[in-house]
């Protein structure tokens, strides 16, 4: 072999090793940035999931004081939502007492 092809071709590997290099660095920083990204939506799913049960709650002591008279609202779209709130109650133990009904027979 010649040694302009030897130059040649080591200059082939350096450039082959160089972009193969910056391959790898270009996946390893994709890489770590999706898992920031996944890390960031995993905390904000939990968050999303506690400040739902969070207004679940609340909305369950709004109810209850309500009904036992601690707290007068008077709003006509929450008087809408509990009267919703006590038809489907109403609803569900009837379902319940159904089911046991079925569950005997």
């Known amino acids: 072999m010649s040694e302009d092809n030897k130059k040649t071709s080591e200059m082939n590997d350096q450039d082959w090793k160089a972009k193969f290099n910056d391959l790898v660095q270009s996946c390893q920083t994709e890489l770590k940035r999706t898992t920031q990204i996944g890390m960031k939506m995993l905390t904000a799913s939990q968050s999303n999931v506690q400040l739902k049960e969070t207004y679940e709650s609340l909305g369950r002591l709004v109810k209850d004081c309500i009904d036992s008279n601690e707290l007068e609202w008077d709003n006509p779209q929450a008087k809408q939502m509990l009267e ?3 038809t489907l109650q109403s609803e569900l133990e009837d379902l319940e ?7 005997k027979s």
């Open 84 to 86: 919703k709130i006590h």
């Open 97 to 103: 007492e159904d089911v046991q009904n079925i569950k």
